[in-house]
């Protein structure tokens, strides 16, 4: 994973999503957002500083730049959207791969 030069990935760049990737690197984490969206991205890109943000809505581009183990949160929303989410990382996750749901899922879904 030569491109692996982020800290933290967020799925989904809406108003929460966005704002919550900005805070992550205005906190100093070098911070990469994917959303399928390309106005979204664009969004992010062009608000963020580009040494600490970037974003794309190419999924494999968007796991191959978080370094390992991966930490990515999602914030889509709730609902059969969450598990397509998931099923479109894991083909390129990895052992120790850390998913956080932060929508808002009810609570058993989790489990």
């Known amino acids: ?3 692996a030069t982020f800290d933290f990935g967020l799925i989904g760049l809406g108003v ?3 704002n919550f990737i900005l805070n992550v690197a205005d906190n100093n984490f070098k911070a990469f957002g994917y959303d399928l969206d390309q106005e979204k991205v664009a969004a992010l890109k062009e608000e963020g500083d580009a040494e600490q943000v ?3 809505s190419d999924i494999s581009t968007f796991t191959e730049s978080l370094r390992s183990p991966r930490k990515i949160m999602l914030l889509v929303p709730a ?3 969450v598990d397509q989410v998931i099923e479109s ?3 390129y996750l990895e052992k ?3 998913i956080i749901d932060g ?3 009810f ?3 989790t489990d």
């Open 89 to 91: 990382l894991l083909p």
């Open 54 to 56: 970037d974003a794309t």
């Open 103 to 105: 929508g808002n899922s």
């Open 96 to 98: 120790d791969d850390i």
């Open 16 to 18: 929460m999503g966005r």
């Open 79 to 81: 609902g059969k959207i």
């Open 107 to 109: 609570f058993t879904d």
């Open 1 to 3: 994973m030569k491109n």
